[in-house]
């Protein structure tokens, strides 16, 4: 039926899926979406493997792989960055707004910073929606 390598990258796959959901669960308190790229050509890239990995491998393997692919990429598609009322999250992982420490808005460039566990971070926002994060930013500066 397959080796060990396949077992254990079907586990890997089992652990992807299980963190996607995770994160597109803490993807919905996004209030405000950020730019956050081209989603859809990296979930295209996930579909695309599965493509491929589905004349990779035989039997059962093959259609486990090949769904779980599948999953993967459309999770991923649902993963958003953005601004709650809980804090910032950045691809379905919330800082609250304690660790965000300060924050900062440029409205020059439709940017709001602040400092991540291991490196400044940076979201880029519509103009238009500046003055809704502006206000959701106000209002956790009052629950520091």
């Given at each position: 039926m397959?080796?060990?390598?396949?077992?254990?990258?079907?586990?890997?796959?089992?652990?992807?899926?299980?963190l996607l959901i995770q994160w597109v669960k803490v993807s919905k308190l996004v209030k405000i979406e950020a730019k956050a790229g081209n989603k859809f050509v990296f979930s295209a890239?996930?579909?695309l493997v599965a493509a491929l990995s589905f004349f990779q491998y035989e039997g059962v393997l093959r259609y486990i792989q090949t769904i779980s692919l599948i999953i993967i990429g459309t999770l991923f598609y649902f993963v958003k960055s953005g601004i709650s009322e809980k804090g910032i999250i950045m691809t379905g992982v919330l800082s609250d707004w304690k660790k965000c420490g300060k924050i900062k808005m440029n409205y020059?460039?439709?940017?709001?910073?602040?400092?991540?566990?291991?490196?400044?971070?940076?979201?880029?926002?519509?103009?238009?929606?500046?003055?809704?994060?502006?206000d959701i930013l106000n209002h956790s500066n009052k629950k520091k």
């Open positions: 397959g080796n060990l390598g396949d077992y254990i990258f079907c586990a890997m796959d089992l652990i992807i899926i299980l890239m996930f579909y020059t460039n439709g940017c709001v910073s602040f400092n991540g566990k291991t490196r400044p971070v940076k979201l880029y926002f519509e103009k238009e929606q500046l003055n809704a994060v502006r």
